[in-house]
Each structure stands twice: as C-alpha cells, then as structure tokens.
C-alpha cells in the first residue's frame, strides 16, 4: 500500500541555521505530494505541494521537489526562524490507496533565538 | 468567518459516558474527514464523506458513529467512552476527494478519566 516516511524528531536548530526535512513516500502511480504544518494548539495547514514529478512546491521560503526518482519530497528553508517552531507533516494522495490522503508520522522541529 | 470550525474545543468526561463532536464548513467542499492525533502526533484517518456519503470507513471500533446531515456538516458520535480515546479529533474538508488541499479545523481534545 501507499505510505510516507520522514525522519523521525525533534529537530532543533538555532535561529538563521538551514533546514531540511526528509520524506520519502511508497504509491503506486503518480500521487500529489504535500507537506503540512501543525503550530502549538492548531490545525494543520498546508505549507505547499507538488502534483507532478520534478515539480517544485515554496511558500513562506519553504521549497520542495517531487523526485520521482528517488521517490522523495525533502523540505528545505535556508534560514529559520523562531517562528517556524511546528510540526511538520509529509503526505500523499495517490489514485490508487481508496482516496486516502496518507500522513507522515511529523517532525517536530525547534527554533532556538 | 471561520473556514471549518469544531465544538467543542475541549471536552472532559467519564469513562462509559456518550459524547459528541460537531464540524461545520462554510468553504462549499463536497468532501469532510475526521482525524484522530494521539499524544505523539501521529494522525490516522476515521471517516470521510462525499457529498454526505460515506466513501472512507478505517477500522475504528464501533462506538465511533460519524453523521452527515448535509455536506456542510460531519458530526462524530462516541458511545461507550473508553481511556484511550483520549486524543485530539480533526475535522477536515476538500474540494475534491483526491490530491487537494484539506483545510483542517482547530480540532477538540477530548480527555476520558
């Protein structure tokens, strides 16, 4: 079946220091690929997306490629900041898998000043 | 104008006791979920309807009863509470069943003592 894999945390960082976040995914065909942040006390919401391979998802200085080769869809931010303080979720809906959207297990990741 | 919104946000109750869990989302979606995150973060999926159809069913214990009454609204009934329902519980709606964003409520904490 479909599945997310990320690297397990926490991840602490100081302040200004460079991110990356892995995730590699298993799905058979070509999913759309996402990456979700959960700050303190709320929901999640999307960071950004990629729905084809090579493509590549930024928001808020966050990037993402879908690689299809290496079936991965990395997060990387090149200077943190304390606000950044989440959790964050890598995720897959596929055409095969019953319209399920699949979830990482997240990251938390911890900014330092 | 809250995009999807969850009463309560918190609930504390006695084992054995029913319980319920109402979403509403005003963003017009035809698809609504309901999550559950346990104390490591980990979310799996419960439910999912469609245009008030029930299209994803994970093996949850029974007591767990989800209701549409119209596709704006997925309201989660619990009978029978037990410890380990104790959990955060996410709402979420999509445009489409597949490869779209889910835009997440603010969730409700439900604690069984």
């Known amino acids: 079946g479909n599945s997310v894999t990320q690297m397990e945390g926490p991840v602490t960082l100081s302040e200004e220091a460079f991110l990356t976040i892995n995730c590699t995914y298993t799905?058979?065909?070509?999913?759309?690929l996402f990456w979700y942040v959960q700050y303190p006390g709320e929901g999640l919401q999307l960071l950004l997306k990629a729905t084809k391979a090579d493509d590549k998802g930024s928001n808020k200085g966050f990037e993402a490629t879908y690689r299809k080769e290496t079936t991965s869809f990395h997060l990387e931010k090149g200077s943190v900041q304390v606000s950044d303080s989440a959790v964050y979720f890598c995720?897959?809906?596929?055409?095969?898998?019953?319209?399920?959207?699949?979830f990482g297990a997240g990251t938390r990741l911890f900014v330092k000043a | 104008d809250t995009a999807v919104s969850q009463t309560p946000k918190y609930l504390v109750t006695q084992m054995g006791n029913d319980k319920s869990i109402k979403c509403e989302q005003n963003?017009?979606?035809?698809?609504m979920y309901w999550y559950k995150q346990d104390s490591k973060k980990f979310l799996k999926i419960m439910f999912s309807?469609?245009?008030?159809?029930?299209?994803i069913n994970e093996t949850v214990p029974n007591r767990f009863s989800p209701k549409s009454p119209d596709k704006a609204h997925l309201n989660l009934h619990i009978n029978s509470l037990e410890l380990g329902d104790s959990a955060v519980y996410f709402c979420?709606?999509?445009?489409?069943?597949?490869?779209?964003?889910?835009?997440f409520g603010p969730g409700t904490r439900l604690t069984v003592l």
């Open positions: 309807y469609n245009n008030k159809e029930l299209i």
């Open positions: 979420a709606s999509s445009r489409e069943v597949l490869g779209n964003e889910q835009f």
């Open positions: 963003l017009g979606h035809d698809t």
């Open positions: 995720a897959l809906s596929a055409p095969t898998g019953g319209f399920k959207t699949i």
């Open positions: 799905a058979t065909g070509y999913p759309s």
